[in-house]
C-alpha cells in the first residue's frame, strides 16, 4: 500500500453512517430534523472543534456566495459551517467513506445545495485552475510529505487574490511525539512539520503570508473541557470516538500530552495566493 491508501484506511471504519446515526439516536436526536450544532461533538476532526473554526473565519474575509475549497474535508463539519455563513462549498478528500458520510449527512441537514464533496488528493485536485475564491486546509497537513506540492495545487486552483487558510498541528522544540496520534498509529503516514516549514513553502508556491497564530493554549483548554464533561457522567455517547475506533482515548491523551509538553502546538496560517 502506498502511503495515500494508508492514510485513507487509516481513517475508513466501516459502516460510519450507521454508527453515527445510531449515536445520534442514542443521545436523544431526532435524526430527521438535525441542525449541525447537533453533530458538532462528532463531524470536527480537529483539536478545539467549532470554536478553532470560528477562530480562523475571522481571518477568512468571507464574503456570501463565496466558492470555497476544504482540502481533506473528513466528514464535512467546517464545510457545513461555511455553507450555514453563505459560502458556496467544495469538499475534497482522500477516504471515500468520509466523502460518502459528508455527503450523506450534508443532505440530511438540507444543506447540498451549497456543499459538494469530491474523492481525490490534495496532491493532484480534479479542479480546473482558478476555480475557487478562497481554500482551507484543518488538520491535513500531519497526512502529507510533501507541502510544496499541496500549496502548488492550491495556488493552482484558487484565483489570484484568493485567501488560504491553514489550522494544523506543527512540530515545535524536539519534536519527540508518541503514537498512536489521531492522524496515524505510527510514523510512517504522519509528516508533522514546523511552522516555518510551512512558512517557505506557501513562499515557494507564490503565497504571501498575511496571518499568523498559535492556538495551543486555546487547545489544551478546549481538551480539558472535554475531559470535565467527559468525567461529569456516562461516556458521552457522541463524540469523535465514533470516528477514531477503540484507540481514540489513547490518541488524544497523547495529543494532549504533545501539546501540554510543548512538543506539538496548533497554528493558524493565512496566505494569499500571488
Ligand atoms: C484529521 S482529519 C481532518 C478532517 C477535517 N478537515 C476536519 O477538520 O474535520 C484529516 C483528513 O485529511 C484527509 N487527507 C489526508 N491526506 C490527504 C490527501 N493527500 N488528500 C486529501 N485528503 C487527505 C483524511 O482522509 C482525513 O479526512
Not at 461529569?232 to 463524540?239: R, W
Given at each position: 500500500m502506498n502511503v495515500e491508501q494508508q492514510v485513507a484506511t487509516h481513517y475508513t471504519r466501516g459502516m460510519l453512517e450507521q454508527k453515527i446515526l445510531g449515536a445520534l439516536r442514542s443521545a436523544g436526536k431526532n435524526v430527521e430534523q438535525l441542525s449541525s450544532r447537533d453533530l458538532e461533538l462528532l463531524d470536527n476532526l480537529h483539536v478545539g472543534g467549532r470554536e478553532a473554526i470560528e477562530g480562523l473565519a475571522g481571518f477568512m474575509e468571507l464574503s456570501p456566495g463565496m466558492r470555497l475549497l476544504d482540502v481533506?474535508?473528513?466528514?464535512?463539519g467546517p464545510a457545513r459551517y461555511f455553507a450555514e455563513r453563505g459560502c458556496q462549498v467544495t469538499g475534497l478528500d482522500l477516504t471515500d467513506e468520509f466523502v460518502r458520510v459528508a455527503s450523506g449527512l450534508t443532505r440530511l441537514l438540507k444543506l447540498d445545495g451549497t456543499v459538494e464533496f469530491r474523492q481525490g488528493s490534495a496532491l493532484d485536485m480534479p479542479f480546473s485552475p482558478a476555480t475557487f475564491d478562497g481554500a482551507y486546509m484543518i488538520h491535513v497537513g500531519m497526512n502529507i510529505q510533501d507541502k510544496v506540492g499541496i500549496f502548488r495545487e492550491v495556488a493552482r486552483v484558487l484565483k489570484r487574490g484568493g485567501r488560504f487558510a491553514i489550522f494544523d498541528l506543527m512540530l515545535k522544540g524536539n519534536g519527540a511525539i508518541e503514537f498512536p496520534m489521531p492522524w496515524a498509529v505510527n510514523a510512517e503516514t504522519s509528516f508533522v512539520s514546523t511552522v516555518q516549514d510551512y512558512r517557505q513553502a506557501l513562499e515557494r508556491t507564490g503565497f504571501r503570508i498575511d496571518h499568523e497564530r498559535e492556538r495551543r493554549q486555546f487547545a489544551l483548554e478546549f481538551m480539558e473541557k472535554m475531559r470535565e464533561r467527559a468525567s461529569?457522567?456516562?461516556?458521552?455517547?457522541?463524540?469523535v470516538h465514533i470516528l477514531m475506533g477503540e484507540q481514540a482515548p489513547l490518541m488524544l491523551k497523547n495529543v494532549n500530552q504533545a501539546m501540554a509538553a510543548g512538543a506539538l502546538e496548533p497554528v493558524e496560517l493565512v496566505a494569499i495566493a500571488g
Open positions: 481533506g474535508c473528513g466528514i464535512g461529569a457522567g456516562s461516556p458521552p455517547v457522541l463524540g
